[in-house]
Every structure is written in C-alpha cells, then in structure tokens.
C-alpha cells in the first residue's frame, strides 16, 4: 500500500495518509537542541543529550500509539466535537479527516481538514538556535462564523534524565511544579537548587505562545487529560475549558487554550515556542516573535541552508526512486546520523551519552563529497579520541575532553561507559574516512597537523595513523591476522580475545595499503619498506583463508575455523566476501567466484543476508547472534549497513546490473507501494530487514540512525555513479544498468561546478570510452583539477 510521495521539486516526503504502518520520523535541530517528530506529531525534544537533556516526554515501544508528543487540539465551541490538528491523538475517522503530513530538511509541516476547518501547523527548530517553533494556522472555510477553542499540548519530563524520569518515580514526582506567567507554562525542576548538589542542578523549561491571549491554561497532566482518560479524550479539551491547574509533586505539562471566533474565510495564526530556559530569557523570545514575519524568514533559512548542501551533488537517471534518495532523503539521513551518531530516535532511547568510534569514523564518510569542511571537524574530533596505543575509544562521550580523557585500560572507563575492551575496527575506520576527505578536497596537508590524543600527547595524523596500524600488528594471533578483541565489526560475534577475523584482516591490508602510498608520497622509505613486507605476509596470510569460491570469516582462540563451507551453520558470510574486493586484496578471479557466491546463496528479493544458515543447533560459545531469532538482524538478518559494501564491491567489479540489483532491494524509496511489508519510513534507511526465514521477509526495523546511510551513500557514489575523487583531480569510472542509456551528474568539486552528461547508447555496465571536458578530449578517464574552470560541461562516453 502507498502511503505518501517523494516531492522533488521541494525535497519533501508528504505523507496523505496518517496511518503508517509504523510512526514516520523527520529530525529537526542540530546538536545543541535535538527534536524528532512523527508523522503524527509524537516525539520528543532534548538539549544536547537524549539521555541527559530531555524535555519531553514519549513512551517508546507502546504498539504504534506514538505518544505523546507536540499536540494541537482544534475544539467547536457550538457542536463541542474536537480534533487534533495531527490525525493522532484524537483520530477521527479518516472518512472525514483529510490530513497531509510534510516532511521536509529540518522542518515538519501538518496540515488538516475537518468539519470545514483547515489547520495547519508547521515545526522546526531555527537555525542555531535552542529552542522550537510551532506556527498554528486556523482556517475557515465554511459559509458562517466558527467558535473555537485552540489547545497547545506539552508533556514535560520530571527529570532530565531519561531514565531517572522514567522508572525513579519516588524522587522525581517531587521536585518539580509548574507556573503560569505571561503567556506561557514554566516547570522549574529542583527549585529550591542554586547550585549543583549531588549531580542535581535547578533547571527551567517553558512553553508559550504569542499571536493570541491565554484564555485559560494547565500545568497538571492529570488534570488536563483527566481520570482514567487518554490524549484521545482530555477532559479539559472535551469539556471546553482548562481548569488554570499547576503541577506541585505530580506530572508537569503545558497546556494553553486559545479562544477565538473566525469569521468565513478568516485565518488566525499563532505561534507556539517550546525550550529550557526560565521566564526572562523565554519572555524576550516570545516577543521577538510577535511579527510573523521572522518565522517565515527562520523556515527559509532553513532550506537554505540544507538545500544548499544537497545541492552540492544532485543526479538525474532514469530509476526515479535512485533520484530521491541520492538527491534528498539519503544525503540528509547521513547528515543527521552524522549529527546524532546511535544517540536519540524511537529505538535508541537516548540512553547511549556518546558516539561510537567506529560508527561515527564511517559516518562521515556520507557527507564528506557534501560538506567537507564540517567532515574535516568530525576527524579532528575523532582522532583526538583515538588512545595513544593507537586504538580508538569504543565510546566517545558528548563532553569528550582531549588529552583528559581515561581508556578501556582503566577502570573508570569500563564503569562510566560500560565497554570493558578495545575493538578490532574502530581505529581502522580512519583510513578510508580520511582518505576520502583528502582526496574530496586535495589537502594532502592535513597529514601534517598536529592533534592530541585521547589520553594526553599529541602528533601529527600521519603518526595517528601509524598508531593505528601499530595497534592492529601488535594484537596479531596465532596465524598472523589481527585478533577481534572485544568484537569486531559484529558485535554479536566474539571469537575470544586473540581469536583472529578476516574482515579486521582485510581492513588491516586497506589500511596498510592507503598508508604505503602516503609513505612514499612523503619520502617515508623505512617505513614504506616496512607496509610493504607486512602487506605481502598478510596477503599471504588471508589466502589461506580461501576455500574455493569464499573467505572464511575467521579463526576462533582455539584455533577452530568460523565461516568454514563445511559448517553446518553459518558456512557463508557476506562482509568477507565484500571486503575481500574493497581491499584489493582478493585475485580478479577469487573476487568474482566470491561475489558469485553471495549472489547465489546470500541474495534475496529485499537484499543480502549477513550470514546463511541462520545458527540454531551449532552456535559456539561467541555466537551471541543466537540469542536472536533466525533471519533477524545478525543471525542471518539482511544487515542494512552491509548491501553498501556488496554493491560497492560489484561496481568495482565493473558489474553494474549487480551493483545496482543489490540498491534497489535495499531502496527505502523502492518500497514505496509496499509500505505494508517494509513498515519502516520509505525515505530513510533502517538497521535491518527480516531475511528469507522470517514470516516477515521484507519488514524493516531500527530506523535512521544507522551505518547504512554513509555505507550506502559511498557505495552509490563512489561506485554506481563511478565519482572517484583523488588528490589532483578527479577519476570517472561508472558501474550502472545497461538498460541506462544516459544519465545527468551535477557535482561541487573544489569550488568548480561540475556538469556531467554520460552516454551509455551501447547498453554498457562500466567502463568509459572517452570524456569531453568543456569541448577538450581528455587522455582518459581522470579529470585533472588543474583543467577545470569555474563552470565546467562534461560529455563522458561509456
């Protein structure tokens, strides 16, 4: 079933029908004031931390009431029937409620019509700013005036803290209380607080309204929803009137009712204003909007500001659902993976206070060809977490301190963090994420700045990377390749502290391989010398892990093979066979017989499974994923994050059909006219899909903030569409449909604009025959930099 369209021209999803199979998120805010809203209006808002800063409330996992949230309720004073200007929380049938959700970049439009009143509501966070906005237009469209009572509805927290407002409710029922003060509800948390004591900290948050005068108000839940009453049905909105409640040792909220009679035709409009701050600061931004005006300009800015960096890279092809994805939905979805890493959506809780390492390493690779100078200040970041042994720290905290900062080596950071250990990948992401920013950019310099470790000292980012393969040498097991620690990539795989893993191995070889070059590049011979042999013995190394057509996917502590084809369980794995390509490791002839494999065993009608067969009878003791059930995400799950890796991997094959095969099954937007199966939002990638031994082969789960977007976005990128930059220009190398007979590229390189037009009228996967740039025959398919002008036209012939 379809529940909405993709709007190209506005780069907006809008949702015409409120019943998603599950609750549709957009995000608003940056990583000062973070908001994530549903399709239906749910969702929460948070200062900095989702696990720290929380503001509102929403009660996760509760069978699709996505409740509660930031609710507008619409009440006839005549007739006394009410709605919400959401389709939830009030839900009148949809035989006579039309409503329209509009997700847009940071911003969410609702707009609705009942019973001849339009509403429609529009949030967003500005730009910079730490707080929201929600713009409520009222419309008229009947033949005779309308009396109306206009409700704003907030649940505040009890307590910052998530999990403390959660489940510790004999301290946090009783240190807050609400008041009413010029326009708008204030809770105070810990009043009587000046200043810290024992972790707790006076704390103020405020909602108001401007463009109407508060006729009556609540700031007790209870006793604006009511006994044994739901968001469905508060009794203040059903009974008219709210009743001027305060909360004092019991549930917070904002509730604000606004009376007024429009006249046929007649629009009221109104602003709503949510934040932590007390009634001073929050006086003076209520009235900086009593000229609507500012909200225009503020949304404006918004797109500005989001289109201007989507517009960086923008395609045109003949598979519509690609175009969407590349042009919007899968470029935003890595900026806000980007910004909030596994920290706050509507399966992570907001309970993890930090990035991962590996997680946010790979994630900014997804903007890197969109914003290189915000990717460039991500790196310094994570390299200033990066230990000086050369690991990196599993979690980086929101309040990171360079050089202060203790390691898995202490236990301090086990008991604050809960990571008990390194792991085998994290460092080894900086490789490709820093090679991809030098070469994006051309500032092979950055090898040379100076930046600090985690834990105290400092060098230059050549030397961190040299740590980084210290690290994995000095952690070798008994046959050479780099031991999974604590766990590898999969955290559901523990093959024991000095257990070894191919796929850390093939890294390992990228890494070294990407360092050799840089090495020379500097001159750096003994060193050079040294990657040099050690890439030769790991070559030699990882060939022994081939059997036929596929690499094992490692060797346990005790010297038993995991992935073996002689397994009668899980006797393929996907991410050895993708990596053994990405690396360059692998023979021409091992690589195709490998990706051969995946295709015949692996592949899927809704893409690749991790793993195949799912364990069940013959897990070993490291084998968390059978704590799952089978086909669900590490037990032969298709793991989103891994169909990036195979398609990149066919298209550097030069298998474009392939390539592209993989993308579609994995394309949110693919899915559109199947939203029933997939559940999740078809414009933004999840962390799974159910494999082809789940009843619900195809349902989607865990949405947003996952590794898919960056994997994916690269993967598209750098192999689809063959965009392959390097440090003095830029390398054309296509793999795509034979069926596309031409497509359009525009791209922002180095300051130049650049048009592409590719030809492809011989139906060929890869390979380009010649290029035009700006009328001039080049050699070949490289582009050199030093050729482009400010506007640049490209012919490229397959």
């Keep these: 079933m379809n529940y909405g369209y993709f709007d190209e021209q506005t780069k907006e999803y809008v949702i015409t029908r409120p019943d998603t199979p599950a609750p549709w998120a957009n995000y608003l805010g940056s990583p000062e004031y973070g908001a994530i809203i549903s ?15 929380r503001l509102i409330r929403y009660r996760f996992n509760a069978i699709h009431s996505d409740q509660p949230g930031r609710y507008i309720y619409i009440r006839d004073d005549e007739s006394k029937d009410f709605w919400s200007g959401s389709w939830q929380p009030v839900g009148k049938s949809l035989e006579t409620y039309e409503s329209r959700c509009h997700h847009g970049t940071a911003y969410t439009k609702m707009v609705a019509r009942y019973a001849k009143i339009t509403s429609e509501t529009l949030y967003y966070v500005p730009l910079g700013k730490t707080y929201e906005v929600w713009r409520t237009r009222i419309t008229n469209q009947d033949t005779k005036p309308r009396h109306l009572s206009l409700f704003g509805y907030v649940e505040f927290t009890n307590d910052s803290n998530y999990e403390q407002d959660s489940v510790n409710l004999q301290y946090t029922q009783f240190i807050t209380r609400t008041y009413f003060k010029k326009n708008k509800i204030l809770q105070t948390i810990n009043e009587n607080v000046k200043e810290q004591i024992n972790g707790s900290n ?5 909602f108001g309204v401007v463009g109407e005068t508060v006729s009556h108000y609540d700031g007790d839940r209870e006793v604006f929803v009511g006994r044994y009453r739901s968001y469905a049905n508060p009794i203040a909105v059903e009974g008219g009137t709210c009743s001027d409640s305060l909360n ?29 701050y007390g009634d001073e600061v929050a006086s003076q931004l209520l009235a900086s909007y009593e000229n609507f005006e500012l909200i225009q300009k503020e949304i404006e800015e918004l797109k ?15 598979d519509v659902a690609f175009n969407h994805m590349m042009n919007t939905w899968n470029a935003y979805q890595c900026f806000i993976t980007f910004i909030w890493s596994r920290a706050a959506s509507f399966q992570y809780c907001g309970l993890r206070n930090g990035y991962g390492y590996r997680d946010t390493v790979q994630d900014i690779q997804g903007i890197i060809h969109l914003e290189p100078d915000l990717a460039l200040e991500k790196i310094r970041f994570m390299l200033s977490a990066q230990v000086d042994n ?19 080596d202490d236990p301090s950071y086990v008991a604050e963090t809960g990571h008990p250990s390194y792991r085998a990948d994290d460092a080894l992401w900086l490789f490709p994420t820093v090679l991809k920013y030098i070469n994006e950019t051309g500032h092979i310099d950055f090898l040379d700045e100076v ?7 400092e060098a230059t980012v050549y030397e961190h990377l040299k740590r980084a393969i210290d690290f994995s040498m000095k952690r070798l097991g008994a046959h050479g390749m780099p031991a999974g620690l604590h766990a590898d990539w999969n955290d559901c795989l523990r093959m024991g502290k000095k257990g070894e893993s191919t796929f850390v191995a093939f890294q390992l070889y990228y890494a070294m391989t990407i360092l050799n070059k840089w090495a020379k590049d500097k001159q750096d011979i003994t060193y050079s010398t040294y990657l040099t042999k050690q890439l030769a013995i790991l070559h030699e190394t990882l060939q022994n892990c081939w059997e036929d057509d596929q690499f094992i996917r490692g060797i346990k502590e005790n010297g038993e093979v995991v992935g073996s084809k002689k397994d009668p369980e899980a006797n393929l794995w996907l991410n050895p066979q993708s990596w053994a390509v990405i690396s360059g490791c692998a023979t021409k002839e091992q690589a195709q017989k490998a990706l051969d494999k995946v295709y015949q065993k692996l592949n899927t009608p809704y893409g690749a499974v991790l793993l195949d067969p799912p364990y069940k009878e013959h897990a070993f003791d490291g084998a968390l994923m059978l704590l799952f059930n089978a086909s669900t995400k590490e037990n ?15 298209a550097l094959m030069g298998n474009g059909n392939r390539a592209f095969e993989y993308y579609q099954k994995c394309n949110p937007a693919q899915m559109n006219d199947q939203a029933d199966i997939r559940q999740l939002e078809p414009y933004a990638h999840g962390q799974f899909i159910e494999g082809k031994r789940s009843p619900f082969h195809g349902r989607a789960h865990v949405h947003w903030l996952t590794g898919t977007a960056s994997t994916v976005m690269v993967a598209c990128v750098e192999g689809i569409l063959g965009m392959r930059p390097q440090v003095d220009g830029l390398l054309i190398s296509p793999s795509i ?62």
């Design 304 to 318: 500005n500001y989001w289109h201007s960096k989507l517009n960086r890279f923008q395609i045109k092809t003949p």
């Design 737 to 798: 449909p034979s069926d596309w007979k031409t497509f359009d590229i525009t791209k922002t390189f180095r300051n130049k604009q650049l048009s592409m037009h590719f030809h492809n009228e011989e139906g060929h996967e890869s390979g380009v025959q010649k290029i035009f740039l700006n009328g001039q025959l080049l050699k070949d398919n490289f582009v050199p930099v030093h050729l482009l002008e400010a506007e640049n036209t490209l012919e490229i012939y397959m």
């Design 202 to 206: 006076a704390k103020e948050r405020f």
């Design 636 to 650: 032969g799950g298709i793991f989103s994050q891994s169909q990036g890796w195979i398609i990149l991997a066919e």
């Design 451 to 457: 930046i600090v470790f985690a834990n105290g000292g």
């Design 39 to 53: 399709n239906n209006a749910g969702g929460y808002s948070f200062v900095k931390s989702g696990a720290n800063g």
């Design 390 to 408: 050369g690991g990196g720290l599993p979690l980086v905290k929101f309040n990171h301190h360079a050089g202060h900062e203790n390691t898995p």
């Design 248 to 276: 004092f040792n019991g549930n917070s909220c904002g509730a604000l009712q606004l009376t007024f009679t429009l006249a046929p035709g007649e629009t009221k409009e109104v602003a709503f204003l949510l934040g932590a």
